[in-house]
């Protein structure tokens, strides 16, 4: 926490924040310009942002499903949370080397479609009760599907905004999404089945969700070789300017 509030109070504004703010300056209302010429992009981000079900999924319901059901314990479905995210200490930076060089679109997509095809053989596998084949899983689906949508979407979703309602459209879009995702142990535990086969409904959710992020992204235009300059250039929902030769001023 000290390092993130040290970083946040000493780090500058980006070079285009700062060139808006000498020429047509902040916008006064940010969210009224947001809601009336970008909708279409919120909109987009937040269904986009629902693929932080997955996040719920691994972090706080398969713990619960896990620990309640089959033999396994607490310390070790937190062992391999711990696991899954320290691999993906590694695993995301390489996913954002990718989507800065193919695109941000096939890494995220390609991460939610994934997401969406192994929820089911990712809870199946934690009805084995087995910490081996549950670690596997886990870093199967999280470590390396859940973590190529996670290393893309800060950049991804800000690219879908001009820089004068770009704050507002990635927090607000993101944290409604980020809501919604949240109800995923509420909604599990009223929907799960019973026997060896009640995780179905809650796969088929987060099946669900992970699809439509896959759908919302594919509507995106491609940003990943774009001036940040350039982004959201129409003023509207409409592709940005395109830049042939990007002067290396993309969000990271």
Same mark, same amino acid.
């Given at each position: 926490m000290v390092v993130a509030y040290l970083i946040r109070r000493t780090l500058p504004e980006t070079p285009v924040f700062t060139a808006m703010e000498k020429g047509e300056g902040v916008a006064e209302l940010p969210v009224a310009i947001l809601l009336r010429s970008h909708s279409r992009a919120l909109v987009r981000v937040i269904a986009c942002a629902l693929i932080a079900v997955m996040s719920t999924l691994f972090s706080t319901y398969a713990l619960k499903y896990a620990t309640g059901r089959f033999d396994v314990s607490k310390g070790q479905m937190l062992l391999i949370s711990v696991i899954a995210?320290?691999?993906m200490l590694v695993t995301q930076p390489l996913w954002g080397i990718?989507?800065?060089r193919i695109g941000r679109k096939p890494v995220f997509i390609g %991460?939610?479609?994934a997401c969406a095809v192994l929820a089911f053989p990712y809870m199946y596998m934690i009805t084995t009760g087995s910490f081996a084949i549950i670690l596997v899983a886990t870093l199967v689906i999280q470590s390396v599907a859940y #973590?190529?949508?996670n290393a893309v979407w800060p #950049?991804?979703?800000s690219e879908m905004f001009p820089a004068r309602v770009r704050y507002s459209g990635v927090a607000i879009g993101t944290q409604i %999404?980020?809501?919604a995702s949240g109800f995923l142990p509420l909604i599990g535990t009223w929907i799960q089945g019973t026997g060896t086969y009640g995780w179905i409904p809650v796969a088929s959710v987060c099946c669900g969700c992970a699809v439509l992020a896959a759908v919302a992204a594919a509507t995106a235009t491609e940003t990943g070789d774009t001036d940040t300059i350039r982004l959201g250039g129409t003023g509207q929902d409409g @592709? @940005?300017?395109r830049c042939p030769d990007p002067v290396g001023t993309r969000v990271a």
């Open positions: 995210n320290m691999t990718a989507a800065d %991460g939610a479609v #973590s190529a949508t #950049s991804f979703y %999404g980020f809501m @592709p @940005p300017h």
